[in-house]
């Protein structure tokens, strides 16, 4: 079954989250983007709306929404700012997500209720400076004493480092086994031997807060294993996929706040005889980016369909921000060919769009990985 338009509900939802992004969001992103400071007003707003548990049951402190939902969300956001929409983005996908799936029923409640309310903040740590795309290649090891694994290693490029309050941590738990030996931990940061590094300075998105995250013999509960052990690649996957959707979304609104942008100024801009919109040349890119976007649209809110129905998604999530990562790119580039030498200014917020897309062909898979994955997936069939 193809998902075809938004529910009621849905359209509710966008339309609320627009207003609050016009309203409170994006009169601040130029400036959060200049000074890399992380918006923690407008997430604890974000909060208070139900917006960082948009899809986990109410019982956890969310919304009791679904995946299409947040897509919905996250993409009225990043149409205002990438910094904020990567931040909420991570936090639900990333963290709140595989205690959901994975989780005890204990760990749901001292950990996902809060995470899905917004009272605390979360992170997710797989990255390593050896291992980016390869998690398999992963160096943190989790070596079990008694009822405790003692965890050591570092990890890099975590989003929301500096501001979060629990980490799902993934470590190796049988060195030996490669990619069956992963295991899942949520780790608290007020553990000792926690050390949150330096904020990075960044192209794009630079109001997330994106840290190196290490561990020195950090003492974590064996029940605070997420799942069996050796179980954590899949579970990393699985994440991952999901993960996917919501930058597939966050690609979708960078992608559609520029074209909005760039056809208002082509209908201001005279040049000729009158304004740049009565062009072909300008006609023809405004059309390619409308076309380019909804494409985009429909895919993301396809993957997030199956994976609401419970049917595989992994190919779907994969192609869908493939392909919304890659129309963000052309789009603000196209954008800021639109507005001439004004979009190569930071008077306007044509670059500051195009540097937060190039997140979205990196993050969550690069694109070179997510041919991979689509590849394998589809070669399943012959």
């Known amino acids: ?26 009169p601040i992103a130029a400036e959060i983007d200049e000074t890399c400071r992380y918006p923690i007003e407008n997430i604890k707003k974000m909060a208070e709306l139900g917006l960082l548990g948009i899809p986990f049951p109410e019982e956890y402190g969310g919304a009791g929404m679904d995946t299409i939902s947040q897509a919905v969300a996250l993409e009225e956001i990043a149409r205002v700012c990438g910094s904020t929409c990567l931040s909420i983005a991570a936090h639900i996908s990333l963290c709140a997500t595989p205690i959901y799936l994975f989780g005890t029923e204990e760990q749901k409640q001292k ?27 992963a160096k943190t090891m989790a070596v ?17 480092a500096g501001v979060a309050d629990y980490f799902v941590v993934f470590a190796k738990t049988n060195p030996e086994a490669g990619t069956k030996g992963l295991s899942g931990f949520i780790v608290e940061k007020v553990w000792d031997g926690i050390e949150v590094g330096k904020k990075e300075d960044k192209l794009g998105v ?20 997420l799942g069996e052990e050796n179980k954590g690649f899949k579970q990393a996957l ?79 999530a994969a192609m869908a921000k493939l392909f919304a990562s890659e129309v963000a790119m052309r789009v603000t580039k196209n954008a800021i060919q639109v507005y001439g030498g004004y979009g190569f200014t930071r ?36």
């Open 1 to 26: 079954m193809a998902y075809t338009e938004l529910t009621e509900e849905q359209e509710m939802l966008r339309d609320m989250v627009r207003e609050f992004a016009q309203n409170e969001i994006e």
């Open 206 to 225: 630079r109001a997330s807060d994106t840290r190196p995250v290490s561990f020195d013999n950090c003492r974590v509960p064996a029940e605070n294993m």
């Open 238 to 316: 699985t994440t991952l996929d999901g993960g996917r959707i919501g930058i597939g979304a966050m690609a979708v609104g960078l992608a559609q706040g520029a074209m909005e942008k760039a056809a208002a100024y082509s209908k201001e801009r005279e040049a000729f005889g009158g304004p740049i919109s009565s062009h072909q040349a300008i006609k023809w890119m405004l059309a390619d980016m409308a076309t380019e976007i909804q494409a985009a649209r429909l895919m993301v809110h396809q993957a997030a369909h199956l994976r609401d129905n419970a049917r595989p998604y992994t190919q779907e």
């Open 144 to 160: 079990k004493d008694g009822d405790s694994y003692i965890l050591n290693g570092s990890k890099m490029f975590v989003t929301n």
């Open 111 to 137: 950990y996902l209720v809060p995470l899905a309310s917004g009272t605390s903040l979360g992170s997710f740590c797989l990255t390593e400076p050896d291992s980016g795309s390869d998690a398999g290649a």
């Open 347 to 382: 008077d306007y917020p044509l670059e500051r769009f195009w540097r937060d897309a190039k997140l979205t062909v990196i993050g969550e898979g690069t694109s070179e990985v997510l041919r991979l994955v689509i590849s394998r997936e589809m070669l399943k069939d012959y």
